[in-house]
Structure formats: structure tokens, C-alpha cells
């Protein structure tokens, strides 16, 4: 039997807009003259060589760290800014790359945790909880603690736990870089289809391009600031998004080679 949980009624969808940011810490720049934008419901990727600010930029989307200056905002899809038309911050979950897991609630209550901060009552807190794992393929695994649970299912929870509360913004840090190969396709593919059903936007660290290309309608590829005058990205249009069975295709494989080409620059 297939259940529905209805969305909250005030979902909306937001874009992300990021003009000319720039983010120091202390004397060190970071981030410079960084400009992009990602639709609403749609997704970026950023890869890029270790060090170069991939997490620091997330942290500043997440408004957990202050930047010296530019614009990040977050705007509905007609255009107009999140804020003043709805009159809040957009929802927005953020998956660090150790899962962030609390280890002393299984996994049934890590889940609940959002729905209880946002004071949902009792009975829609089973059953959102109960539809999560069903589509985590996690049912009957709710009383284990994380300790007790794989690499690819602790990931799944923590993605759970990030969808649950029904984010209009997730942000993704690196999420399947302790899994698999397997399991990092089947997690690619649960992210596609859990965006497909929830419609949220998505900023996604990588440092795979195989996974940039399948999961970002965009591509930014950043490397280290130099004091020199070069821009510190590349922003690529990604035809590739969500294709499966492209990895033979030449012109596929020519993206996969320029973004390579710009990560050893
Ligand atoms: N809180 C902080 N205080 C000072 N410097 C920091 C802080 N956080 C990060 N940095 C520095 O900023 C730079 C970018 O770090 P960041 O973690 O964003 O890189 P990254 O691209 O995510 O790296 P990785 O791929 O290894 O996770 C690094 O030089 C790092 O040492």
C-alpha cells in the first residue's frame, strides 16, 4: 500500500542568488568575486581540490558564517526575494559530511527530531517518520542506535533526517564520500528521486566528477584564491544532469575531461 504524507502547507520553492562574495578568515581570503545563481528546484555541484572553500561556501549559504562582502539571496521562482514575500528564511537542512548523526537516539528518533522541534503533534510525527524510512528502505531498523547501522544506512538517515522537516534548500557536504561504490549509486539515485518527489533545491559538494555531472544542473568548479587577477571558478551548464547510461557517450566525456582539466589548474 502506497501512503501520502501531505507536504506543510507552507512549502514554497527558492532559487539562490550569490553575487561578488567574498569570505576571509582573518588575513586568508577564501572565497572571491564568487557569482552564481541555482533556480529554484534546481541543483549545483562543487568540486574542487581540497582546501579551496567547497564547506566554507556552504557554511555562508547556511548563514553559519559571516562573509566580508557581496550578496547571497534567496529568491521565489518569479523572481522576487524569499524573505519579503513570505516573511522568513527559507527551510533549509544542511548534511555534513560525518552524517551528524546524534548517537544516542536511533535512528526512529533522530528522525523525529525535527518534526518535534518544529512542534508537529504526536500522530503526523509517526506517520512522516514511518513514510521516511519506508522510502529509506530503513524500516525496521528504527530502534538501532547509529553505531548500529552501515555506512550506506547511517547516510540514508542522515538524508532522511535532512528531507523530513521538508527543507526548501538542502545542502549536501561530500554525503557519500565514506560509502561504496554500490552504495553511492543507489544513494545518488535516492537523492534523485526523493528531489523529484519533494522539489527542493540543492547544493552538492563533491569531490567525484562522475557525481558532479549526474547530480548538478549546474557545475562550479572551484580552486584555491591566488593573488594573481584570475577568477577563482568555473561555472559549467550541465546537459548530463540525471542521464543514466551516458558514461559511453564522447560528448559526456569530453565535459568529464574539461572539468578534470580545470581542477589541476
Ligand atoms: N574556521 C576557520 N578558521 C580559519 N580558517 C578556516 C576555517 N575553516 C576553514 N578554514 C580554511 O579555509 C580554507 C577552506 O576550507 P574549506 O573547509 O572550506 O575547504 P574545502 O574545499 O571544503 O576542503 P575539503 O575538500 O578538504 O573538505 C582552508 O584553507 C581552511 O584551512
Given at each position: 500500500m502506497t501512503r501520502t504524507v501531505s507536504s506543510t502547507a507552507d512549502q514554497y520553492q527558492t532559487g539562490i542568488h550569490v553575487r561578488s562574495l567574498c569570505k576571509t578568515f582573518g588575513e586568508q581570503p577564501?572565497?572571491?568575486e564568487l557569482s552564481f545563481s541555482v533556480c529554484a528546484g534546481k541543483s549545483l555541484s562543487v568540486i574542487g581540490k581540497s582546501g579551496c572553500g567547497k564547506s566554507t561556501l556552504l557554511s555562508v549559504l547556511a548563514q553559519l558564517q559571516e562573509y566580508q562582502s557581496g550578496v547571497v539571496e534567496f529568491v521565489t521562482p518569479?523572481?522576487?526575494s524569499f524573505i519579503e514575500e513570505y516573511g522568513r528564511m527559507p527551510r533549509l537542512s544542511y548534511v555534513l559530511q560525518e552524517y551528524g548523526?546524534?548517537?544516542?537516539?536511533n535512528a526512529r528518533e533522530n528522525l523525529m527530531l525535527p518534526l518535534q522541534i518544529a512542534k508537529m503533534d504526536k500522530e503526523r510525527i509517526q506517520e512522516h517518520v514511518a513514510l521516511m524510512l519506508q522510502e529509506l528502505d530503513l524500516s525496521g531498523l528504527e530502534k538501532r542506535y547509529p553505531c548500529e547501522l552501515s555506512g550506506g544506512q547511517k547516510q540514508r538517515l542522515a538524508l532522511g533526517r535532512a528531507l523530513i522537516s521538508k527543507p526548501e534548500i538542502i545542502l549536501l557536504d561530500?554525503?557519500?564520500?565514506?560509502?561504496?561504490a554500490i552504495n553511492r549509486e543507489n544513494l545518488q539515485n535516492l537523492i534523485l528521486s526523493l528531489w523529484k518527489k519533494y522539489q527542493f533545491t540543492f547544493v552538492l559538494v563533491t569531490h567525484s566528477v562522475g557525481e558532479a555531472v549526474y547530480l548538478g544542473g549546474n557545475i562550479l568548479s572551484l580552486s584555491k584564491f591566488s593573488s594573481?587577477?584570475?577568477?577563482?571558478y568555473t561555472l559549467y551548464d550541465n546537459p548530463?544532469?540525471?542521464?543514466?547510461?551516458?558514461?559511453?557517450k564522447k560528448e559526456y566525456f569530453e565535459l568529464c575531461k574539461i572539468i578534470h582539466h580545470s581542477l589541476q589548474e
Open positions: 577564501v572565497l572571491n518569479q523572481g522576487k548523526l546524534f548517537p544516542w537516539k561530500e554525503p557519500l564520500s565514506s560509502v561504496d594573481e587577477d584570475v577568477s577563482q548530463y544532469f540525471a542521464e543514466e547510461n551516458i558514461r559511453d
